[in-house]
């Protein structure tokens, strides 16, 4: 499966953005999705998944802010971050995983290009 995310940018803090990521070739709708994220100097974490079942993860970070969702005719995943913090700044990633324990142990199958999120205070 080949990934296509997009939707970064630059905002003010508390306000919201919503990042979206195309899927391509062979994406079944069995996958496990999620955005990860890494931020300068850090590693890259994930924070937010979605298993084909439905189940969400979400970082504590951003658990309340974020929410993970899929339309899967349209093949999209989304992530829509509300009262953004400076401290959410990082290069996005979408990514799919075989299935959800590969997403939260970081076994992935496809990433995205990332998009970056730049939130100033």
């Known amino acids: 499966v080949q990934l296509q995310a997009s939707g970064g940018g630059l905002v003010q803090a508390g306000n919201s953005l919503r990042l979206s990521c195309s899927a391509s070739?062979?994406?079944?709708?069995?996958?496990?999705m999620g955005w990860f994220r890494q931020a300068p100097g850090k590693k890259r974490e994930l924070v937010a998944g979605l298993s084909a079942g439905g189940e969400t993860d979400y970082a504590d970070s951003v658990k309340g802010r974020f929410t993970i969702s899929r339309n899967y005719p349209a093949k999209k995943l989304f992530l829509q971050m509300n009262t953004l913090k400076p401290e959410d700044t990082a290069v996005y990633y979408c990514?799919?995983?075989?299935?959800?324990?590969?997403?939260?142990?970081?076994?992935?199958?496809?990433w995205g290009q990332g998009t970056l999120v730049t939130v100033s205070s």
């Open positions: 070739g062979r994406t079944g709708g069995t996958h496990a």
């Open positions: 990514a799919a995983a075989d299935n959800r324990l590969d997403l939260l142990g970081g076994i992935i199958a496809s």
